[in-house]
């Protein structure tokens, strides 16, 4: 929609002409995305991040915080999937349980009314979801001061390398600001040496000029060294579910351990 409108040279008034707000979910929308979205269309859009399990309530972002461009903080609440809606706590614990210190990233626990009992007959895996009335939700994030939570990954996405974490959002918000790239998807690849290594499913945007160099020297000069892809996939399109996520299980089975 955004590049529809973009293309069509239309104004944000006419861009949104037919709507008063979009919402978006699923995943949260890289930065890059959604200050061109805002750019292209206006301040119309509004976040929601849930799990089937505590269905769609566990934070939002709303209009208004999109709106508040002046706010010191406005680039990182834009990165943000908001803050916890009026039915449900939240917490940031460590692999034991432990509450972890604001800013901190560690796995997001949910509890409140909206949050499921359990799974239909199957006792093992809802007792492995919840703990003390708390969910377990499997994804990995940070609260700042103010209560903004921002996600950095799902638990099983997160690379190991040579004993140092790396979120791949990270690395992906990073390459999708580099000229030329449409697409990009991070995973691990198993390595004998590194335990893991970053490798990182390019797609081009069409008649781009862009290389593994090229990428190499814009991740240099934007992220730390040991988070830079060790190797680039260039690829035609990415795998996707229904609702458009991209499916890394099915990347990572195309690797090999090196």
Request: overall charge negative; hydrophobic content about 40%; aromatic content about 6%.
């Amino acid at each position: 929609m955004v590049d529809h409108a973009q293309a069509a040279g239309l104004s944000a008034e006419q861009a949104g002409a037919s709507w008063k707000t979009i919402v978006y979910g699923g995943a949260p929308m890289y930065h890059a995305d959604i200050e061109q979205a805002l750019a292209v269309m206006g301040p119309r859009f509004a976040q929601i991040y849930g799990q089937g399990e505590s269905p769609m309530t566990i934070t939002a972002l709303p209009k208004a915080e999109l709106l508040n461009t002046q706010h010191p903080r406005y680039g990182h609440r834009l990165a943000s999937v908001g803050v916890a809606q009026t039915p449900v706590q939240l917490r940031i614990a460590d692999e034991s349980g432990q509450d972890l210190p604001l800013g901190q990233a560690g796995e997001i626990l949910v509890k409140g009314d909206c949050v499921m009992a359990g799974y239909w007959r199957n006792p093992s895996a809802t007792q492995a979801a919840l703990r003390d009335g708390w969910l377990l939700t499997g994804d990995i994030g940070s609260i700042d001061e103010d209560g903004f939570l921002t996600l950095k990954d799902r638990s099983k996405d997160l690379i190991i390398s040579g004993g140092s974490n790396i979120y791949p959002r990270e690395v992906e918000e990073v390459l999708l600001t580099a000229p030329g790239v449409a697409e990009v998807a991070v995973v691990g690849q198993p390595d004998g040496h590194w335990g893991e290594i970053v490798v990182a499913f390019v797609r081009r945007h069409a008649n781009a000029v862009v290389n593994d160099a090229l990428l190499d020297a814009h991740c240099l000069n934007h992220l730390a060294r040991f988070k830079r892809p060790k190797r680039y996939v260039w690829v035609e399109d990415l795998p996707k579910n229904n609702y458009g996520k991209v499916l890394k299980t099915a990347l990572r089975q195309q690797l090999k351990p090196v």
